[in-house]
């Protein structure tokens, strides 16, 4: 097959996914880089890839820390995903989604439904929503774009409110849906999301092909460019993202950089956010249920690890795919944004008798892949304050414009964390006051009076009026 003319060097890729372990020497001198926050080019990620000895692992774990805390210190950001249905015209063979899986209950939420969803995580405490459409006429945009509306207008408040000075509802939606053409990114810009995501899956061509035998998703090159149709139709914040598993993970890896390096190249700015998903078990799916190229917990810290080196102003996030073990070290190496209490399956986050006599050995019937995380939001939060890090629900920067070029500028050097700290534990205080157990409450206040203290003065400042005003029941504060 002859590769398609795009903006990346197939043969480059494929050379550097062969590279050699790097020398002490230069593999010190990749890692000065990272410290300064500089980034790596792809051959220098694909150097550390190419790492297999302990000693010098351990070395690439704690520069990708190091770089971690100089961006985000310990803020975590959390969210929720919304699926609205689970019909697909495309046949991914690693996907439960896939049109040819005839065990699957398909469904399709109605706007009513939608609003029930979004509900029930408000009553959770979730801010920020993931809302994942299938590309199917089923949920077409314009459905899209009414279930967007649909979410942000719904309004919760608690048994008891008490002088909360306003209900809660949902503040930013990112969005999780198949490719557009510029004037339908320019609608989607409309409608007020904050991230548009979608992944590449694989960047390689012959792979991508074998992968995607039938449907829209088959065209590999719209779906790369599917970017830069974004970013021309206005949509300011991007989030990238590769399935480990589907092929040689070194490769992956390096093209999502070079992707990240066109976007930065062409517009000026690069992706706010870089996911790490690995192919999880879903029924139906031949790719799913044997993994071509399974990555290892070992190998899958490095690709965290290298992503935060060589992207140190990108968001990471991590699906509720990984069990919490993982996860919570992952955190360590760089992960950013983690996903709480999710259920992959359209209308999951109400249980009722019917989905639960429905879900199979793997999971909730009509799931997009098993989960190996099950915690509640409240028990991932008390898991993060034992681990020292702040569960933020902050969306400041889309509200403030801090987007596009705009966030880079501050990300890059470290200057978000002026914002990104403050923010993030005022949110934290809504959500200990609205939401949380007694128990969890008083952990979460001794942490968030601890993190005053590495806060700018200026911060410091804010935060005293800005935690009084939430303790006496002002809500949504932000910088």
């Not at 805390?69 to 063979?93: D, H, Q």
């Not at 405490?125 to 967007?148: D, V």
Request: glycine share 8%; net charge negative.
């Amino acid at each position: 097959m002859n590769h398609p003319q795009t903006f990346l060097d197939y043969g480059k890729l494929r050379e550097l996914s062969l590279v050699e372990s790097p020398s002490e020497a230069e593999l010190e001198r990749i890692l000065q880089k990272g410290r300064a926050l500089l980034g790596l080019s792809a051959e220098e990620a694909s150097s550390l890839a190419a790492v297999q000895d302990p000693v010098q692992e351990a070395k690439i774990f704690q520069v990708a820390g190091e770089v971690k805390e100089a961006i985000y210190g310990k803020r975590v950001v959390l969210f929720a995903p919304l699926y609205t249905g689970n019909y697909c015209v495309n046949n991914c063979v690693y996907c439960g989604f896939r049109r040819d899986n005839k065990s699957l209950p398909r469904v399709v939420l109605s706007q009513e439904e939608i609003a029930r969803q979004t509900q029930i995580l408000l009553s959770q405490g979730h801010k920020r929503l993931l809302l994942i459409c299938g590309e199917s006429p089923r949920q077409s945009l314009s459905y899209t774009l009414q279930a967007i509306e649909t979410c942000y207008a719904q309004r919760y408040r608690l048994p008891a409110d008490g002088n909360r000075s306003e209900p809660a509802r949902v503040r930013r939606i990112n969005v999780e849906l198949a490719p557009l053409d510029v004037e339908g990114f320019r609608a989607l810009k409309k409608a007020q999301i904050g991230t548009y995501v979608c992944f590449q899956e694989t960047y390689d061509p012959e792979l991508y092909e074998r992968a995607h035998p039938s449907g829209p998703k088959a065209d590999y090159r719209y779906r790369l460019y599917v970017m830069d149709r974004a970013m021309e139709g206005g949509c300011d914040d991007i989030g990238l993202g590769a399935l480990f598993g589907l092929g040689d993970w070194r490769y992956e890896l390096v093209a999502l950089i070079e992707h990240a390096r066109h976007l930065e190249k062409t517009f000026g700015w690069g992706p706010h956010t870089v996911s790490v998903p690995r192919i999880e078990h879903a029924p139906g799916a031949p790719w799913a249920e044997v993994v071509p190229h399974p990555v290892s917990d070992e190998d899958f810290k490095k690709i965290v690890a290298i992503l935060r080196i060589a992207l140190p102003y990108v968001g990471i996030i991590l699906s509720t795919r990984e069990r919490a073990e993982l996860r919570r070290e992952l955190l360590a190496y760089g992960v950013s944004q983690i996903s709480a209490g999710s259920r992959t399956d359209p209308g999951g986050y109400e249980e009722t008798p019917q989905r639960k006599s429905a879900a199979g050995t793997h999971g909730a019937a009509g799931a997009q892949f098993a989960l190996g995380d099950t915690r509640t939001l409240e028990e991932v939060i008390f898991d993060l304050i034992d681990d020292g890090y702040v569960p933020s629900f902050c969306t400041g920067c889309y509200r403030r414009g801090r987007t596009g070029s705009d966030f880079m500028d501050l990300a890059k050097p470290g200057l978000i964390r002026e914002f990104c700290l403050p923010n993030g534990l005022v949110s934290f205080a809504e959500y200990l006051y609205d939401y949380a157990s007694p128990h969890t409450r008083e952990k979460g206040l001794a942490l968030i009076e601890k993190m005053q203290a590495e806060a700018t003065p200026q911060g410091q400042q804010y935060l005293r009026d800005a935690l009084s005003k939430t303790a006496a029941g002002v809500r949504d504060l932000y910088l």
